[in-house]
């Protein structure tokens, strides 16, 4: 039986920005998953904090848009807006310019969870800085905050 084709093994990059920016995704991975965890509260899968947070930052105004941006199929996120209708966070309005499209907000109860998710989520990161970066580190994070900011610009 011949074996398996696969591809060989990658080099070992010494590329000093490749090394640091395949750390840098590592890390950033780890952090987002735990601030998603944190975030996580009463009950709410993370799809569907996903969700609540892409309206709550007015980043989707629709179902279908919505989809897209989480990258899921328009039935799965009909069925995570369902659930946070029923749970009273979410409500959908005839959209004035198109009646046959449906415009998605918070209600006040998604408003206050929506809240509540992100300052948890400030808090718990402030907290995990405090505890674990001393005076120098604190001033290395802010120059690499600097330096991402550069990179996005």
């Known amino acids: 039986m011949p074996e398996p084709l696969t591809a060989p093994p990658a080099a070992p ?22 601030l998603r965890e944190v975030a996580t509260s009463d009950g709410l899968t993370p799809s569907q904090v996903a969700a609540l947070t892409r309206i709550g930052k007015r980043e989707a105004s629709s179902a279908s848009a919505l989809a897209a941006l989480e990258g899921v199929r328009p039935q799965s996120m009909a069925a995570t807006l369902a659930t946070l209708e029923e749970r009273g966070l979410v409500r959908r309005d005839a959209d004035p310019e198109d009646g046959r499209r449906q415009l998605l907000s918070l209600t006040e109860t998604g408003r206050s969870t929506f809240d509540g998710e992100r300052q ?26 600097a330096i991402l900011e550069r990179v996005l610009a």
């Not at 990059?13 to 735990?34: F, G, K, N």
Request: charged fraction near 40%; hydrophobic fraction near 45%.
């Open 13 to 34: 990059t010494t590329d000093p920005a490749a090394v640091v920016t395949r750390d840098l995704r590592a890390v950033i991975s780890r952090l987002h998953r735990r």
């Open 120 to 145: 948890a989520r400030r808090e718990w990161l402030a907290d995990a800085v405090r505890t674990h970066a001393d005076d120098d580190e604190l001033r290395v994070l802010a120059r690499a905050v």
